[in-house]
């Protein structure tokens, strides 16, 4: 199982955007030391909040991330696709081949018309989205004819990814989009509130797309995400956490918080990801449920001691 970090891109606005983008860089040079697979920032537009736009900061980070991969979010509907493809072609050589993307369909009829769409019309974009992308990365002289999209004259993308393919994830919790990941997709990613039981469920999904569509599991990745706080001991990990169930936690209902958040010392936290592995998940993103500086510090240090060795043996 491989062990990463998503990180914070959302923070109120009376925290000063150049010191959120410090912290960021003091993380991910944590994370790089203490020997993490991959991290990842979010996709949102239009935000009340300080919202750190995801190709430009992961593009910075990675300057100090070693030999992590690195795994930007993309809601896709929002994009070109011919100049996405570019960015990121781009991205994958200015990390040697390190470079996943998770593509998601977004939600939020506001942010679609700003962008002049329709959040009716978000899956048939995600598609044409994702296929003039794979198909510029894979070769030269693309045509593509689509509803909204359509290249009529053979267009080539240079420079191409180092990776080839370019590895795509595709994160959502509907059935539908579980089967476009498998259908489309090299792996699918959970969403972070799901329980365990739900968390199953879904994979038995996405194992029997694999089999409708013959793809081959052994190729693809299961990504779980998880919001986690922890401590050196179990003791600190639940009474420094006691504030997520006290004041709410991003609109979990009280059975999503107590079996989705991991939250006390290093053993819970392993233990949970033993059961995940044995239901299937290939790859874990932890987010700090408690992600100010010397908080989100702790809980990967803890990580990178303890959880991480574990699963390495």
């Given at each position: 199982?491989?062990?990463?970090?998503?990180?914070?891109?959302?923070?109120d606005?009376?925290?000063?955007?150049?010191?959120?983008?410090?912290?960021?860089?003091?993380?991910?040079?944590?994370m790089?030391?203490?020997?993490?697979?991959?991290?990842?920032?979010?996709?949102?537009?239009?935000?009340?909040?300080?919202?750190?736009?995801?190709?430009?900061?992961?593009?910075?980070?990675?300057?100090?991330?070693?030999?992590?991969?690195?795994?930007?979010?993309?809601?896709?509907?929002?994009?070109?696709?011919?100049?996405?493809?570019?960015?990121?072609?781009?991205?994958?050589?200015?990390?040697?081949?390190r470079?996943?993307?998770?593509?998601?369909?977004?939600?939020g009829?506001?942010?679609?018309?700003?962008?002049?769409?329709?959040?009716?019309?978000?899956?048939?974009?995600?598609?044409?989205?994702?296929?003039?992308?794979?198909?510029?990365?894979?070769?030269?002289?693309?045509?593509?004819?689509?509803?909204?999209?359509?290249?009529?004259?053979?267009?080539?993308?240079?420079?191409?990814?180092?990776?080839?393919?370019l590895?795509?994830?595709?994160?959502?919790?509907?059935?539908?989009?579980?089967?476009?990941?498998?259908?489309?997709?090299?792996?699918?990613?959970?969403?972070?509130?799901?329980?365990?039981?739900?968390?199953?469920?879904?994979?038995?999904?996405?194992?029997?797309?694999?089999?409708?569509?013959?793809?081959?599991?052994?190729?693809?990745?299961?990504?779980?995400?998880?919001?986690?706080?922890?401590?050196?001991?179990?003791?600190a990990?639940?009474?420094e956490?006691?504030?997520?169930?006290?004041?709410?936690?991003?609109?979990?209902?009280?059975?999503?918080?107590?079996?989705?958040?991991?939250?006390?010392?290093?053993?819970?936290?392993?233990e949970?990801?033993?059961?995940?592995?044995?239901?299937?998940?290939?790859?874990?993103?932890?987010r700090?449920?408690?992600?100010?500086?010397?908080?989100?510090?702790?809980?990967?240090?803890?990580?990178?001691?303890?959880?991480?060795?574990?699963?390495?043996?």
């Amino acid at each position: 199982m491989k062990i990463g970090m998503s990180l914070t891109s959302s923070y109120d606005v009376s925290r000063d955007s150049k010191v959120i983008m410090e912290n960021l860089v003091e993380e991910v040079k944590l994370m790089a030391e203490l020997g993490f697979d991959s991290f990842s920032l979010g996709d949102h537009h239009l935000t009340d909040s300080h919202y750190m736009q995801v190709l430009p900061a992961i593009s910075s980070l990675a300057q100090m991330s070693g030999d992590m991969r690195l795994l930007p979010l993309f809601l896709l509907p929002f994009y070109n696709p011919i100049l996405l493809a570019e960015q990121l072609a781009t991205l994958d050589v200015i990390t040697g081949g390190r470079t996943t993307i998770i593509n998601a369909l977004g939600s939020g009829p506001a942010a679609f018309t700003a962008f002049g769409t329709s959040q009716r019309a978000r899956v048939s974009r995600f598609v044409e989205t994702f296929e003039i992308m794979q198909a510029l990365w894979a070769g030269d002289g693309v045509t593509y004819q689509g509803r909204h999209y359509k290249i009529d004259a053979p267009v080539s993308l240079n420079p191409k990814p180092v990776s080839q393919p370019l590895p795509m994830w595709i994160a959502g919790s509907a059935e539908p989009a579980i089967q476009r990941a498998a259908k489309m997709g090299d792996g699918w990613v959970v969403v972070p509130g799901w329980t365990p039981d739900l968390v199953k469920q879904g994979i038995k999904v996405y194992r029997d797309s694999l089999t409708e569509f013959g793809r081959d599991e052994r190729d693809m990745d299961i990504v779980l995400r998880r919001d986690t706080h922890l401590a050196p001991t179990s003791v600190a990990g639940h009474r420094e956490a006691q504030t997520l169930f006290e004041n709410g936690y991003r609109g979990l209902g009280a059975r999503e918080m107590e079996e989705s958040l991991i939250v006390g010392g290093p053993g819970e936290c392993i233990e949970y990801l033993e059961e995940m592995e044995r239901a299937g998940v290939t790859h874990v993103l932890f987010r700090c449920a408690l992600d100010e500086g010397d908080q989100a510090l702790q809980t990967i240090r803890v990580l990178g001691d303890d959880v991480i060795p574990h699963f390495q043996r």
